[in-house]
């Protein structure tokens, strides 16, 4: 309904960052994927994932609305709400590449807004028609820095890890009868006295 498509969204917009054009040669066309990396030869990478978080609720009190008619025909539908952290973990066969990696990535989460070399992934994600996501570009938790002996194609290497991430609040509307999306118009957020984010 919403899962697999947030995670697409946040992996096609750092792919679409790291391309054939990033700044850093040795980081372009890098591997990123929502699947975990299993051979040598995807390495360095980040491995995207989305870790929903709080209870989904609708988007209003009762509120039903409707599809745009085609045919004379409207699709009853409701917006609804969903937050979790969107987390970005930098693998690498060496500390050093891994630090590299990670500083990039934190380079494209907090510098979006300002550097034009890092802003695809920010306007990727704020112009998704489907799905809005307002990303708290704010605060990036650092976590899970490791080194770890053994890999998934069976050798004593060491695989050295970190993991930004970042809150996420958004909304997605769903046809009932069709199972897909209903293009979203705009939608604006505001940060609250309680620094919660509640949209407008």
Not at 24 to 41: C, D
Not at 121 to 147: G, H, M, P, V, W
Not at 148 to 167: C, F, H, K, R
Request: proline letters at 7%; a negative charge.
């Amino acid at each position: 309904m919403y899962l697999a498509e947030i995670t697409t969204l946040l992996t096609t917009a750092l792919q679409e960052t790291f391309d054939n054009d990033y700044p850093v040669p040795e980081f372009r066309n890098l591997n990123i994927s929502p699947e975990y990396p299993m051979k040598r030869e995807q390495y360095p990478a980040i491995w995207v994932d989305f870790e929903p978080a709080g209870t989904l609720h609708s988007g209003g009190i009762g509120q039903i609305l409707w599809t745009p008619p085609i045919d004379g025909l409207s699709s009853p539908y409701k917006i609804w709400m969903f937050q979790g952290h969107a987390s970005y973990t930098a693998v690498a066969l060496s500390s050093l590449e891994r630090d590299r990696l990670f500083d990039e990535l934190v380079k494209t989460l907090a510098f979006g807004g300002l550097d034009p070399a890092h802003s695809v992934y920010r306007k990727t994600i704020e112009s998704n028609d489907l799905i809005a996501t307002n990303i708290d570009f704010d605060n990036i938790n650092q976590s899970n820095r490791s080194a770890t002996s053994g890999t998934p194609w069976g050798t004593d290497d060491i695989l050295y890890e970190i993991t930004a991430d970042v809150q996420c609040i958004g909304e997605f509307k769903s046809d009932p009868a069709t199972a897909e999306f209903v293009i979203l118009e705009s939608v604006d957020f505001i940060p609250t006295i309680d620094n919660d984010i509640r949209p407008v």
